[in-house]
Each structure stands twice: as structure tokens, then as C-alpha cells.
């Protein structure tokens, strides 16, 4: 079986984005189709059809889905963002560069809630990877459709008149408790990271990406007061401001900042027992401000955590991923820094004053997720005491991978 690319012009009719994939909106379009069960089947037929339909216009990417179900028995609910993975979705991932470093993938549920994660070269997946997308989907008598509107001023790419992005399209569908994932193509199940195994290209003619810049102010302002002989006593008011942002200095780096940010707003974190523990414990990093660029970042060591940074007055992030190369650079003004301290038997914990931290890493990439790295961090205590890590790492994946002794690889979504 041949693949073959993806050829579209910037020409082509833009489709009425309403969530209703008509095939005469979308016949300029190319088509595909989702027909591969890679689990529980092992590259067996589909057990429903999924038409694809892709086309762009300059600044956006659009995405149609016309998903054939037994609608009687459809599990869809309207849920929160990134919950949609318990019903039927579908999503589209897309890798810019074409070399493996990882694939941004964005869908919806049939009721349009939004799906969004990066798959990375580890092998693994960052569900917390947020971007601003539109979705729309409606349900008929045999199928549901959804629509995607993807702003290219998202994802970063090299700059070029002509590109050719990988791409990836995958249908997640469930009969009672049990769950059929379906991609446009069979894999090997040997080899652990999926987006290196696309053969369907995307090409790109003329597309624009418009430099974003956000700013996110915020006041907040306060009066406590105690109760004592049934009167309230009122004392001083306290307030605070604050400013957060991001700004493109061009399609492949970003600069964001926050002064004395606010992050009430954040998802409250999962309750962990610390009783009988001999590993400190982990919270996930949920604070906007500091997801983007995990990627990047993470190491098989997990050298950076950077939920150890609390209570920031005022930071700086840089994030840059060229053709070849990816930088990251955070520093950050903490308040209040706590710290762990390693023993034999049990770790202590402290809450130290104010102190500076940076974390730099730059990374070298090459084809099929393969890269080196090289990252340090710094940690300077305003009153006494530092930190310093400095290492080197690297990835080598092998064009023909070697199979495991028991081929238990499994790939999820």
C-alpha cells in the first residue's frame, strides 16, 4: 500500500465552520480514512468508518470528521477540557518538524469538548499541554461530525514557503467498557513511540502564523474581619496586583513573563498520603505559566521541578524550537522557597526566604526523536545557601528497532 501526501492549496474553499461536515463544503479538500484497529485488534479493519477531511487557509488549519457509529449506544458526555478521553473522540496529531520530537494532537468528543495533548519522544504523553483551538460537532442519525479550527500562530515551525508537517489521525470508540483505538495506518508494536511511524505528510504552501501577544492583569482586593460580642471588627484592607503574558518574537520563539502572577485559579492538586512514604512526594505541575516547554525540559533524572518554584514575583521564560535545535530558559524571583533535604532514613523539609532560579536547557535534535541535551539549574538563597546542577543527555532511536523479549508494548492515547 502506498502513501501519499497530503497536497493542498492555500486556494481551496474554506469550509462553513459550523460543526456539520458537509462533503460539498469540504470537496476541494483532501480525504482520508481512519480504517486500522491497533488495539485491542492488531492492525485489523476498523470496526466503524471515519472520513477525514483536511484543508487550510493562511493563518488556519481545518480539520473535518465524519465518524459512522452506532448512535443508539454512542458514549458522549459534556464534559470539562481533556475529559473527553472517556467517550468517543477523534483527534488529529501533527508534527511540524517532521523529526519525532514530539506531536501535538488536538480533537473533540462528539458533544465538541476539547481533547489537546503532546506525545513526546520519550515514548510517554503530556495531558496537561493546553492550546487555544475551536471545536464544533453535532450528532445525526448514523454518525457524529466534528470540525476543527486550528490557528497555525499555536504550533511553532520552521519559516519556509513550502512545508510538509507529519500528521497522524486517530478515533477512539467504546462498546460498553471496552475501548477500540483506530489510526489511518498500521504500526509496529515493537516500537513504542507512534509518531515516528506516520507515513502522511502534510504540505503547506504560503501559510502565515500571527505573532501572538496576550496580557493577563488582575486586582484583587480583600477586608477580613473577626466576630466578637456579636459585632464584626474589621481590619485593614489588603490588596494586590499583578500581570502575566506572552508575546512571539517570531513563529519558533516565544517570550512570557509574570509579575507577582496569580495563580488561584489552578486546578487543586489530587490528595496524596505522606504516611510511610520513602520518596518524596510529587505533585504534578499545573500552573499555565509553567506547563509549556515541559516537554523540553524533562529528563529521564527529572531534574527539574519546577513546582519547587512558589511564590514568584517576577519571571522570565524563553522557549525557541528551530529546525534542529530547541531552547529553554525560566528565571524567576521566588518569595518563598521551600527546599528538601535528603537523608538516610527520611527527608526534611524547609521554607527559606527569597531566592533567584534558572533553569537552562538547550537540545539538539535529529530524525526519529533522537537528540542530545545539555541543561543546568541554579538556585541562589538570598540570605545563605545555593544550587547547582549541571549535566549532559541524550536519545539514540534505532531505525529498526530491536523487539522486546515479550512484545507487551501497547500504545494509548
Not at 15 to 36: A, H, K, L, M, R
Not at 96 to 124: C, F, H, I, W
Not at 221 to 227: I, Y
Amino acid at each position: 500500500m502506498v502513501y501519499l501526501p497530503l497536497q493542498l492549496f492555500a486556494q481551496n474553499t474554506i469550509p462553513n465552520f459550523d460543526g456539520i461536515v458537509s462533503t460539498e463544503e469540504w470537496q476541494n479538500s483532501e480525504t482520508y480514512e481512519i480504517n486500522y484497529e491497533i488495539d485491542p485488534g492488531n492492525n485489523v479493519p476498523s470496526p466503524h468508518l471515519t472520513k477525514v477531511f483536511v484543508t487550510y487557509s493562511e493563518t488556519d488549519l481545518y480539520v473535518g470528521f465524519i465518524a459512522y457509529a452506532d448512535m443508539e449506544n454512542l458514549r458522549s458526555s459534556v464534559r470539562n477540557r481533556d475529559e473527553g478521553y472517556r467517550d468517543d473522540n477523534v483527534l488529529i496529531g501533527i508534527d511540524t518538524y517532521g523529526d519525532g520530537r514530539y506531536m501535538v494532537s488536538l480533537g473533540a468528543n462528539p458533544e465538541g469538548n476539547q481533547l489537546d495533548l503532546k506525545l513526546l519522544s520519550t515514548g510517554q504523553d503530556d495531558i496537561y499541554y493546553d492550546v487555544n483551538f475551536e471545536s464544533k460537532a453535532s450528532k445525526h442519525s448514523d454518525s457524529y461530525h466534528v470540525e476543527l479550527k486550528i490557528p497555525f500562530s499555536i504550533l511553532q515551525f520552521k519559516n519556509a514557503p513550502e512545508m510538509e508537517w507529519k500528521v497522524l489521525l486517530y478515533r477512539s470508540t467504546y462498546t460498553e467498557n471496552n475501548r477500540s483505538q483506530n489510526i489511518n495506518f498500521p504500526i509496529d508494536l515493537n516500537n513504542s513511540f507512534l509518531p515516528c511511524q506516520t507515513p502522511t505528510t502534510l504540505t503547506l504552501k504560503n501559510i502565515k502564523s500571527k505573532n501572538r501577544v496576550n496580557m493577563l492583569p488582575y486586582v484583587y482586593g480583600g477586608l477580613d474581619g473577626t466576630k466578637k460580642n456579636n459585632k464584626l471588627n474589621y481590619g485593614k484592607p489588603s490588596g494586590t496586583i499583578g500581570l502575566s503574558g506572552l508575546f512571539d518574537l517570531n513563529n519558533i520563539t516565544s517570550l512570557e513573563y509574570a509579575l507577582n502572577p496569580d495563580f488561584s485559579q489552578v486546578e487543586a492538586d489530587i490528595s496524596q498520603i505522606n504516611i510511610n512514604n520513602t520518596f518524596a512526594i510529587f505533585f504534578q505541575e499545573r500552573r499555565p505559566y509553567f506547563n509549556e516547554g515541559n516537554d523540553i525540559i524533562e529528563t529521564e533524572l527529572s531534574t527539574v521541578y519546577t513546582r519547587s518554584i512558589n511564590k514568584p514575583l517576577l519571571s522570565t521564560k524563553l522557549i525557541s524550537q528551530g529546525e534542529n535545535q530547541r531552547i529553554y530558559w525560566l528565571t524567576a524571583f521566588d518569595e518563598a522557597s521551600p527546599y528538601l533535604i535528603a537523608s538516610e532514613n527520611r527527608s526534611y523539609f524547609g521554607e527559606g526566604k527569597a531566592s533567584y532560579s534558572n533553569i537552562f536547557r538547550y537540545q539538539r535534535t535529529y530524525k526519529q526523536g533522537t537528540n542530545l541535551g545539555f541543561l543546568t539549574t541554579n538556585r541562589i538563597f538570598k540570605d545563605c545557601g545555593y544550587g547547582h546542577t549541571f549535566g549532559f543527555d541524550g536519545r539514540y532511536r534505532f531505525k529498526n528497532p530491536i523487539p522486546p523479549l515479550l512484545n507487551l508494548t501497547k500504545v494509548s492515547f
